[in-house]
């Protein structure tokens, strides 16, 4: 099969799982976090207990396929370099968000998580959670921009050749 045929259409998936994981953001950032870290450790009875909310699921799933995708639609659009650049842009921000998450983000989640057990103060909790949203924000719009230059991709061929146009 040519590998050429398969470019355009990984690399909508690709703007598909992005699109994606965006909606996440967008929601989490809206929704979920403004009462999750609204009143800790009070309102960590939203993630903790038998009912408590795990989105983990949704980050678990949408990250792996994300990978994937990426470097999938990276391998097979190498040979277009405007692609590939445009690509790998993305890529690169994708990397260095997700290795800022796993160092900042997830650790001060799953502080916020066990809050109840802690002995610091809710004033004190509140602060660590105000800025962890602002960081998120900015962490979130830092992912939309890395979406643009996928959607830029798109607009470019898929290969070296010219179009005849």
């Known amino acids: 099969m040519d590998r050429t045929k398969l470019a355009t259409p990984l690399l909508m998936l690709a703007i598909v799982l992005w699109g994606t994981l965006l909606g996440g953001i967008a929601y989490s950032h809206l929704v979920y976090f403004p009462v999750y870290l609204s009143d800790l450790p009070a309102s960590a009875v939203l993630v903790n207990g038998p009912y408590g909310l ?7 799933i949408i990250h792996p396929l994300l990978i994937i995708a990426l470097v999938a639609t990276l391998v097979l659009n190498w040979r277009s370099a405007s692609r590939r650049r ?6 690169a921000i994708y990397v260095v968000v997700l290795l800022v998450s796993q160092f900042y983000f997830v650790p001060e989640l799953a502080l916020f998580k066990h809050s109840p057990e802690s ?5 004190e909790w509140l602060t660590r959670g105000r800025r962890w949203q602002r ?9 939309y921009l890395g979406f643009v230059p996928l959607l830029i991709a798109l607009t470019k061929p898929s290969d070296n050749t010219r179009s005849l146009r």
């Open 86 to 91: 445009l690509i790998a842009i993305s890529f």
């Open 135 to 143: 960081l998120s924000w900015l962490r979130g719009a830092v992912m």
């Open 119 to 123: 002995t610091l103060p809710g004033t």
């Open 54 to 60: 795990n989105e983990a699921v949704f980050w678990l």
